[in-house]
């Protein structure tokens, strides 16, 4: 791992830096932790020297020196630490002198490798962490991938689901001849239920309450299915209490506790339950909590994948706190222009997580250009400018994200053609990618930066109504427009976002 942080390392700026400060041609040398030479001569004895820099152990701050022959001193010190441990040493081979007898250029070339020092070990550290963070990312997409792979198989049997779940309790209650059927966990707030009345139930959702109150805390308690036929039963004293039903109440079982009923309910005039009813009773309860399970897990991808989006945005802004909740400000206004535009359900899908993902490429951008607070070089904006095919190379192996990536690839593209990465015009640029620009555009603008303050919404909208046309398409401006224009209450609500998100 160190070797290979290393070789990211551009030594020859630094031998040029010390060749500078020192106003001759200087022997400098990196070793890594083991003495192992990085950058340097390739000699017998610069590699001797490695080995007993490694050996001498000394790792303390400051400068130490060894002694190659008669003629010339090495001086070196230690790079200091990560959380991996010593990173390694760099050092110099200048003419012998007796230490108590040093030339006084000595103390200015000290004083260069230590700012060299100081310079090598941060640039090591940040391609450190930027190698883990990318192998922990690497991890996370694969995760989302597989995540997002069951969270569509799941979707495209969702509404059938929905229906067998529905269906199969009106099935119960007319082939079981019972009044009510329903399903209850309370733990998730879950009450969901069927009828085929023989008369009216007045007081049905007080029923309900007592179905996961009582009766639930019972059968929780007892794990075994109730059954309550006789009046004078002397359970009714502290279930169903004054209330004139026959009841069958199978508990669900999930990793051995019960976390779900199954209640069969009718009115007293009705014959007693019986034991093949309460049967049919607990096979009913297993078929409805496979179905409910598949609905939590459901659930529970989407919340997992939302979390996950919101981990990988968080790995973004953390290299540039100036831009902390931009992407979800962006993901707001663009899915505000998606619903104005009456996009389907399935448009504002793909708009939802193009949106909130769109600027994950710059995770790859260096630290020094992307919080660069003065104007970028022209081979610094060029990394800028990798972002959004770095976004697609990232997302487009979810298949989840198939479309939705588009937007994130081409946000940076102009409406006039001379946008980014592909140059496409018009039309030809994704609608989703048209709408995340206009969002991205006015959010950019009314943000602060380390070297100004966030513009004001009418200087926002002053600056989109002059690209209107060559970077942005002039209909999607016009639904912002329309989605602005109660302007007080609209940035009112914008605002409370914004301070959340610096909270």
């Not at 640039?123 to 597989?146: F, I, Q, V």
Request: charged fraction near 25%; glycine fraction near 6%; proline fraction near 3%.
């Amino acid at each position: 791992m160190s070797n290979q942080t290393f070789e990211q390392i551009d030594f020859a700026r630094y031998q040029r830096w010390i060749n500078r400060a020192a106003g001759s041609e200087i022997t400098l040398m990196v070793f890594d932790n083991h003495g192992k030479p990085v950058w340097g001569e390739n000699t017998t004895q610069v590699l001797d020297l490695g080995l007993a820099i490694a050996a001498a152990g000394n790792v303390d701050a400051g400068m130490h020196r060894n002694e190659l022959d008669g003629s010339k001193t090495a001086l070196y010190q230690s790079l200091g630490f990560t959380s991996k441990g010593l990173i390694g040493w760099v050092a110099v081979i200048v003419d012998y002198f007796k230490v108590n007898d040093a030339p006084i250029n000595i103390d200015h070339l000290v004083e260069t490798i230590d700012d060299l020092t100081a310079s090598i070990a941060d640039e090591y550290r940040h391609k450190s962490d930027l190698d883990m963070m990318t192998e922990e990312l690497g991890a996370r997409y694969e995760e989302l991938h597989l995540v997002y792979a069951v969270d569509q198989h799941v979707q495209a049997h969702t509404g059938e689901n929905m229906q067998v779940f529905q269906s199969l309790l009106q099935s119960a209650t007319e082939h079981l001849n019972v009044d009510v059927v329903a399903f209850v966990r309370p733990t998730k707030n879950i009450c969901q239920y069927a009828t085929s009345l023989s008369k009216e139930i007045h007081n049905l959702d007080l029923v309900f309450v007592e179905m996961r109150g009582d009766l639930y805390r019972f059968a929780q308690a007892s794990g075994e299915t109730i059954v309550l036929n006789a009046a004078d039963d002397p359970r009714r004293a502290y279930i169903f209490t004054d209330m004139p039903y026959k009841v069958v109440a199978c508990p669900v079982h999930t990793e051995g506790k019960v976390d779900a009923l199954v209640v069969l309910l009718n009115h007293q005039n009705k014959t007693d339950f019986s034991n093949s009813d309460r049967k049919l009773g607990e096979v009913l309860a297993n078929q409805l909590s496979s179905l409910s399970n598949t609905f939590q897990l459901l659930e529970s991808m989407r919340e997992f994948n939302e979390q996950l989006a919101m981990s990988l945005i968080e790995a973004v802004e953390a290299k540039d706190p100036y831009t902390r909740g931009h992407s979800e400000r962006v993901h707001h206004l663009s899915m505000e222009i998606g619903k104005a535009m009456n996009l389907p359900a399935d448009e504002l899908e793909d708009l939802h997580w193009g949106s909130l993902l769109h600027d994950v490429g710059k995770i790859g951008i260096p630290d020094a250009v992307l919080c660069k607070p003065s104007r970028l070089t022209k081979d610094e904006y060029t990394f800028i400018m990798v972002h959004p095919e770095r976004s697609y190379e990232i997302l487009r192996h979810i298949k989840h994200l198939d479309k939705a990536v588009l937007g994130a690839r081409h946000h940076q593209e102009m409406y006039d053609g001379k946008g980014y990465p592909h140059g496409l015009k018009g039309e030809r640029i994704p609608l989703h990618a048209r709408i995340i620009a206009v969002a991205d555009t006015y959010d950019s603008i009314t943000s602060s930066r380390a070297y100004r303050a966030g513009r004001s919404h009418e200087v926002a909208m002053q600056e989109i109504e002059r690209v209107v046309g060559t970077q942005l398409d002039p209909a999607i401006v016009e639904v912002f427009r329309q989605v602005v224009a109660p302007e007080p209450e609209w940035l009112q609500r914008f605002s409370i976002r914004r301070e959340k998100a610096a909270a």
